[in-house]
Structure formats: structure tokens, C-alpha cells
């Protein structure tokens, strides 16, 4: 019983690990923010911004 617990602790410490890992957004421009600029800027590591096809004046 006690290896059973143990198994299922070590289970949910790695299933609550990778949850942590994997969270990553899709940033849409122009839907989520109005410039590719205000888009990067709020951009983690492992986030993708998603540029509509379109003209965009701005200095990125």
C-alpha cells in the first residue's frame, strides 16, 4: 500500500511539473492586440504571436 501512495505522489508531482511547462499562448494581432510591437512585448518564452496578413505601420 505504502509503494502504492508513493507511485501516486510521484505521479502527481510530475503530471503538475509538465502542467507548469506546457503552458504556452497563441498571441493574435490584430485580435489580442492592436500592434505587432504591443504583441512582443507582452510575449513570454515559448509564446507564438500570430500576425494577420496585412499592412502594419509601426517600427517593430
Do not use: C, W
Not at 508513493?6 to 494581432?29: D, K, R, Y
Request: glycine share 6%; charged share 10%; net charge neutral.
Amino acid at each position: 500500500m505504502k509503494k502504492l501512495l508513493v507511485v501516486f505522489a510521484l505521479l502527481l508531482v510530475v503530471s503538475v511539473s509538465l502542467v507548469g511547462i506546457s503552458s504556452v499562448a497563441i498571441i493574435h494581432v490584430p485580435g489580442n492586440y492592436s500592434s505587432i510591437q504591443e504583441a512582443i512585448n507582452a510575449a513570454s518564452n515559448g509564446d507564438t504571436v500570430l500576425v494577420r496578413n496585412g499592412t502594419y505601420y509601426e517600427n517593430v
